[in-house]
């Protein structure tokens, strides 16, 4: 397969996509195209990727990692248009605070919240950065499919770290590796693009460009171990009820059923 072009599965949070370049990784440039994209067509996204939903097919509904969290101070990585916030504020959590790298993002969530008689500590900046989040601080930081997104993976799960309480929470989703690898055609999955290769990509997708990597599970792991972080939980297994539910027969279901297409770690910070 040509390194140049390879084929990459699941951008966002479902659907596939076609060709990808793959591009030299420079943090400025990777903030630049990715902020540029969630100020303009980010919002058409974000269905299956605010909570409940960690992801296509897996539910908070179903695996219960936050438990209660009212009294709580939580801090989302990655917030979006702010739902996810609204679905913890809604549980009384007693802080909500949240960074994303978008402006209009964040003027979203700072709306959305605000009709629905909640507020948050909105700040914009990218993950990796400094940004004035207090640390030793939260009882729950948590990203919902917005984690992937760093160029910096073990320097952010550090900062996390730092944001955390001891014996504070960290839970997270992102697209699983191995969906990225094989894509479904001719009712048969077929693999497209090497595992092993975390090089940086660009996508053109039908509005908008995206630069990212798709990391190995063993890097997610073995970052949180250097944070000081212990995994309690992982849940890689598409949810089957959410599937009828939908009564969802499209390839992307049927791919589900057969391997992991989202991924969801809950570690407590040492």
Known sequence: MDKGSAFSTNIIGAGEVGSVISVDMDKNDVHKTNSYYWDTYGNDFLGAIVLPFYGSF??????QLFGDVSGKKMLEIGCGNGQSLQYHGERQASELWAVDISEQQIEKAAQHLKTCGLSANL???????????PTDYFDFVYSIYAIGWT????GTFRRIASYLKQDGVFIFSWSHPIHKCVVAENDMLAFKKCYFDESWYSVSLEK????????????YVNALAKA?????????????DIIQSRNDDSDFAKKAKMLPVTFVIKARKL
């Open 151 to 154: 160029t910096d993976l073990e």
């Open 123 to 133: 700040i914009c900046s990218p993950m990796e950065e400094e940004c004035g989040i």
């Open 208 to 219: 908008g460009e995206l630069s990212l990597s798709d990391r190995k599970l063993s890097t």
């Open 228 to 240: 000081g972080f212990i995994i309690e939980e992982m849940i890689e297994e598409s949810d089957e």
């Open 58 to 63: 897996v539910s908070e509904e179903k695996c």
